[in-house]
C-alpha cells in the first residue's frame, strides 16, 4: 500500500520509489520514527510504499527459536520481492532488522527471492546518503539542529556502511554530530533479561557518559539502544530521521 506523509513539497512528483520496512519498533513504540521517514523520503521525491509485513524475525532468532524465525523470514521475503519486482529499494529505519535483511535472510531461506531481498536492502541513511552524492538530497533546510551527539548501533557497524546518518546530518548548516561508538550492551534482549539488566548498564557506563556530557541533542538509529540510553541517563535519544525531519519543518 502506498504511504502518506506530510513532506511532499508543492509539485511534488515521484521519482525514485522505496518500499519501507517500518519495523517492529516502528510499528508498536515509535510511530514517529515512521512518520519522519515518510515525511523525509517525500520530501526528496521519493514514492514510498509499505508492504504487508512482519516481525524480521532477529528477537525468535536470538532466542534460539529458528524455526518460528523462518515462518516469519518466508511471508516477508515473499511480500518484499515483489516490491523489489516492482523497481523498489527496501529501505529499512532500523539497523538489527536491515542486518537481518542483507545478511541473516539468504542463509536462513535460502530462496532466490531472499537473496534479491538482501540485495536490495538498504540501511535508511545509507540510501540518504547515496541521494545527497548524487545531488539529489534537498538541503533546503528551514531550522537549524546546533551539536548533535550520535550513537552508532553495533549492527550498523557490522554491515560496514560508516556512519552514514552522521553524514547526512552534517548537512545540515551549523549542525556538528559527535560520533560516539560504544555498544550500549543490549544485545538483543540479553540487557533486558532481569539477571543481566544491572550488569547490562554498568558495561554500558561508557556510552552513557558520552551522551550525559555530549550535546543537547542526542540521536541513536537503535530503539533499544535508545531505550538502554534512557534508563541510564534519563535522556531519550531521537532517530536520526527526526532530527533530519525537524531540520526540514516536518515536525509533529
Not at 508492504?51 to 532477529?58: F, H, I, T, Y
Request: aromatic residues 8%; proline residues 8%.
Amino acid at each position: 500500500m502506498p504511504a502518506r506523509g506530510p513532506g511532499r513539497p508543492v509539485g511534488w512528483r515521484p521519482g525514485r520509489k522505496v518500499a519501507l520496512f517500518h519495523t517492529c519498533s516502528v510499528e508498536y513504540y515509535e510511530p514517529a520514527t515512521g512518520r519522519a521517514a515518510v515525511g523525509v523520503l517525500e520530501r526528496n521525491h521519493v514514492d514510498v510504499s509499505v508492504p504487508p509485513q512482519r516481525c524480521c524475525g532477529m528477537p525468535y532468532l536470538d532466542g534460539g527459536a529458528v524455526g518460528e524465525a523462518k515462518a516469519l523470514i518466508k511471508d516477508n521475503v515473499g511480500s518484499l520481492a515483489a516490491a523489489v519486482r516492482d523497481g523498489r529499494e527496501i529501505v529499512v529505519p532500523g539497523p538489527t532488522c536491515s542486518y537481518m535483511l542483507k545478511q541473516e535472510y539468504p542463509w536462513l531461506d535460502g530462496s532466490e527471492d531472499a537473496r534479491l531481498v538482501a540485495a536490495h536492502t538498504q540501511d535508511l541513511f545509507e540510501y540518504l546518503a547515496k541521494l545527497h552524492a548524487t545531488g539529489e538530497l534537498d538541503t533546503n533546510f528551514s531550522k537549524p539542529v546546533g551539536a548533535v551527539t550520535y550513537h552508532v548501533p553495533c549492527h550498523l557497524r557490522a554491515q560496514n556502511i560508516g556512519h552514514k546518518s552522521a553524514d547526512v546530518l552534517r548537512a545540515i548548516p551549523g549542525a556538528t554530530v559527535d560520533v560516539v561508538e560504544k555498544c550500549s550492551a543490549v544485545d538483543g534482549t540479553w540487557g533486558f533479561k532481569k539477571e543481566y539488566y544491572e550488569l547490562s548498564l554498568k558495561l554500558a557506563k561508557p556510552l552513557f557518559d558520552a551522551i550525559s556530557t555530549g550535546a543537547p541533542v542526542a540521536a541513536t538509529d537503535c530503539p533499544l539502544a535508545a531505550l538502554q540510553i534512557e534508563q541510564g541517563t534519563g535522556r531519550k535519544p531521537k532517530h536520526p530521521i527526526e532530527v533530519l525531519a525537524a531540520a526540514y519543518g516536518l515536525e509533529e
